[in-house]
């Protein structure tokens, strides 16, 4: 079946640091997806790519359709306490399910 | 607007029982998903609909059956639960086609002793 490597798994960061993960597939996508879970709650979604070399923001995140159809990356800018959380990546292929990353678990220090 | 509903929210199960996850969404929409979230394993899909009165198996469907009587519900069944099925289960839905995204409910955790 279709793998997706997430990495890093976690991260430590300043309050007002950039921050980026990535995504990577053994099989072409035609949908990125990007997703944060909060403590306790259903993910959440961030942002949908659709287009190979798609480049989307929302807020302080952008996040992008690699042009392999491949891999995706999601940055943070300036990040803030509320950030915290585990940031999911999911691809949709030819098999139309959704496949998720393992998660980016993501602390914020002050 | 209520989106993707779950319940029950918790729940522990001995050995042996059986238990139905019921999720519910008013959106609407044509496909419904049950995941399965473990440490360090993000969601893994068990089993999921792509209509009314239709199932098909995901990435981890064993010891589970589901059921979509009704386009709005979707219904996860345990029969015989076991420890290996202490998890948080999520329900998730989406438009029909390939260019959409899935909405999620809160979860249900569950813990088989």
């Known amino acids: 079946g279709q793998q997706l490597n997430q990495s890093p798994q976690s991260m430590f960061i300043q309050e007002g640091e950039d921050v980026s993960m990535n995504c990577t597939s053994s099989?072409?996508?035609?949908?990125w997806l990007w997703y944060k879970q909060d403590p306790g709650e259903g993910p959440v979604l961030l942002i949908a790519?659709?287009?190979?070399?798609e480049l989307t923001s929302n807020g302080r995140l952008t996040a992008q359709f690699g042009i392999t159809r491949k891999d995706s990356f999601l940055n943070i800018s300036a990040s803030i306490p509320s950030d915290v959380g585990i940031y999911f990546c999911?691809?949709?292929?030819?098999?139309?399910?959704?496949?998720f990353g393992s998660g980016t678990q993501l602390t914020v220090l002050p | 607007n209520a989106g993707v509903t779950q319940t029950p929210k918790f729940r522990v199960l001995k050995t042996g029982q059986s238990m139905t996850l019921l999720c519910a969404q008013d959106?609407?929409?044509?496909?419904m998903y049950w995941y399965r979230q473990d440490p360090g394993m993000g969601l893994r899909l068990i089993h999921y609909?792509?209509?009314?009165?239709?199932?098909a198996k995901g990435e981890v469907p064993d010891g589970y059956n589901v059921s979509r009587l009704k386009k709005q519900n979707f219904l996860l069944g345990l029969e015989s639960a076991a420890p290996s099925q202490t998890s948080v289960y999520f329900c998730?839905?989406?438009?029909?086609?390939?260019?959409?995204?899935?909405?999620f409910g809160q979860g249900t955790r569950l813990t088989v002793v």
């Open positions: 998730a839905s989406s438009y029909l086609g390939d260019y959409t995204e899935a909405f």
């Open positions: 099989s072409i996508f035609n949908t």
């Open positions: 790519l659709y287009k190979a070399g």
């Open positions: 999911a691809g949709r292929g030819s098999a139309r399910q959704l496949t």
């Open positions: 959106m609407n929409h044509e496909y």
């Open positions: 609909s792509v209509g009314e009165g239709t199932t």
